[in-house]
């Protein structure tokens, strides 16, 4: 504890406004943040129980109609002309007699299956067995059709629900007829009624649209025909009639209301994609988290700022006070270029008294030592006019007089040539040349080896004339020429073969300089770049020849050392089309 206390003690003054300004910041963000989430957690929750009271109304809304099919299935049942048309055909013995009687009953189901949009169709299985269909009619297998006369005779007059397989989608009510006329209930057996429901348009009729519905009766799956997802895998989430939860389901979240029904046992299931129905809500809770963090940014921002103002001129002013200790009291007078101007506050009248002071030391110490600095600034330059580049093209010019005078040709030719290189490398005026020029200055500097190294050096350049008026940074090509000469000729015995020629494609223009020495490793740019490999020698080496070239063109440019398969070397020099003049 000790030592953080210390440690702010000798903080600097800007940093501790800083971090004060920083502390009252988090405070009210973190204060803001909680607020703004316990607000947005009782938002969340009503939006859950509004979810799942619209689940519970379609439930309701469901149950309702189907209700009221399952009453038209009663009054079925029930009517009197289906009952005596169902005794006659049981006791009937003509086939003409039960054909009369059956159409007289498909015409009556034909009235309740007309006016009953949410129907299939209504079927009778009378009492021989033979079914009497009216409306949109699938044909039903004999062992289904047994099982569904059993689950109706175990109804005992109730209402059976068989539930939608893979050979019929729709929702099946079946009930048992028995017969009975006026007060006397005998209660024989009659006949099935079965009547195929249209589900999923009761669906569409009383549910939301928000969501996927799931109907569910213990493992069998009402509604719909192919679930979206697995229902076992929420089933045992649901440990209550009624409620709500979120769950992660085949990697996306879900919000899921369920209801169960009191009259049916059926369990609803709503289905919600979290962020498509909590899209907004996410989206403003983002957007309030955003808004605070922008806010936080630039109070730290503007905090820092204002301590910095604060503080800046004091630091200015010990910035000063160093210069001043080191005896540098030109610069300890003046402010630094970047300094803001001070005001006229008790830390403005502080510098304006450092600056009076510093200005009269200065001027005392000027009148000491400005003399000695004259004259040694006169011997400097008397002794830089000493060496004049003239005076060395003159006596260049005097000694290739005298070899002309005296017939010695090579002497003549070679101070000739080295006049050339002279004139070419020692001036700086145009960084940028041409092809043309920079090989007048590789043919003199041959010039001048030819007479060391005689037949031992085989030279041939071979490039177009059409590329002399492309430019190139001056002393390109001759550098390595120079190389070749060092690492390929000198330590040889035998004749080395030096080549020079250009080419170029639809992506740039080459020139390739070869010779038949030891060869160059082809990363030899880049151990020179990391510093693996150390540069040698006192020209000008290949990376500074790269890095010339990539400043003038690009990046795309410079040099490439290819690997020459045996012995030797080829670097090629990579310079850009547009370059043709």
Same mark, same amino acid.
């Given at each position: 504890m000790h030592r953080w206390i210390a440690l702010y003690k000798n903080m600097k003054i800007k940093n501790k406004l800083s971090l004060l300004i920083t502390f009252i910041v988090v405070m009210a963000f973190t204060f803001a943040v909680i607020v703004q989430q316990y607000a947005f957690s009782i938002y969340d929750e009503q939006l859950y129980l509004k979810s799942s009271q619209v689940l519970h109304l379609s439930s309701s809304a469901i149950e309702a109609e189907l209700e009221r099919i399952d009453q038209v299935s009663f009054t079925i049942m029930t009517d009197t002309q289906i009952q005596s048309l169902l005794r006659s055909i049981s006791g009937s013995e003509?086939?003409?007699?039960?054909? /009369?009687?059956?159409q007289r009953l498909v015409d009556l189901l034909l009235n309740y299956a007309g006016s009953e949009p949410m129907l299939h169709s209504v079927q009778l299985i009378d009492k021989q067995g033979h079914t009497h269909d009216a409306g949109n009619v699938i044909p039903i297998d004999t062992a289904k059709k047994q099982h569904i006369v059993?689950?109706?005779g175990d109804a005992q007059g109730a209402q059976a629900w068989i539930y939608p397989d893979d050979q019929d989608a729709a929702l099946v009510l079946a009930r048992e007829i028995r017969s009975y006329s006026g007060t006397l209930f005998d209660l024989n057996y009659l006949g099935t009624?079965?009547?195929r429901i249209n589900i999923d348009k009761i669906v569409k009729k009383s549910a939301s649209e928000d969501g996927d519905l799931?109907? /569910?009766s213990g493992s069998d799956v009402i509604f719909p025909a192919v679930p979206p997802l697995n229902p076992d895998e929420i089933l045992h989430s649901i440990t209550s009639d009624n409620g709500y939860f979120t769950q992660e389901l085949e990697g996306q979240a879900f919000f899921v209301a369920h209801s169960r029904s009191g009259n049916t046992g059926w369990t609803y299931i709503s289905l919600t994609p979290f962020n498509k129905t909590f899209s907004q809500v996410i989206f403003i809770k983002e957007l309030v988290i955003i808004v605070f963090i922008v806010i936080f940014a630039v109070a730290i921002l503007l905090g820092i700022r204002f301590s910095r103002g604060l503080t800046r001129p004091i630091e200015y002013l010990i910035a000063r006070m160093k210069l001043a200790e080191k005896g540098n009291f030109a610069q300890a007078g003046v402010l630094p270029p970047d300094a803001a101007p001070v005001g006229m506050d008790e830390l403005g009248l502080l510098h304006r008294t450092f600056r009076l002071m510093i200005e009269r030391i200065n001027g005392l110490i000027t009148e000491n030592y400005a003399n000695r600095l004259l004259i040694k600034e006169t011997e400097f330059k008397a002794l830089q006019a000493q060496i004049n580049p003239h005076f060395l093209y003159n006596t260049l010019e005097s000694i290739n007089w005298i070899a002309k005078m005296n017939k010695q040709t090579q002497i003549s030719d070679m101070v000739q040539a080295l006049a050339f290189l002279l004139r070419h490398s020692v001036s700086l005026k145009q960084p940028m040349i041409t092809l043309g020029e920079e090989l007048e200055i590789v043919k003199h500097y041959i010039i001048i080896q030819k007479f060391r190294f005689e037949e031992r050096l085989e030279f041939s350049m071979n490039v177009d004339t059409r590329y002399d008026r492309r430019t190139i940074p001056k002393l390109t090509i001759q550098p390595l020429l120079e190389n070749a000469?060092?690492?390929?000729?000198?330590?040889?015995?035998t004749p080395c073969h030096i080549s020079i020629h250009a080419d170029e494609d639809e992506g740039a223009f080459r020139i390739i300089v070869e010779d038949t020495g030891p060869g160059i490793p082809a990363n030899m740019l880049e151990q020179l770049r990391t510093g693996?490999?150390?540069a040698t020698g006192n020209g000008i080496g290949l990376l500074n020849i790269d890095e010339r070239i990539k400043l003038a063109y690009g990046e795309d440019y410079g040099l490439q050392i290819d690997p020459v398969s045996g012995r030797g070397a080829r670097i090629i020099i990579i310079l850009p089309k547009e370059t043709e003049e």
């Open positions: 003509s086939d003409y007699d039960r054909l /009369i009687h059956s059993q689950l109706a009624l079965i009547i799931i109907m /569910i000469i060092h690492y390929a000729l000198e330590p040889a015995m693996e490999a150390a």
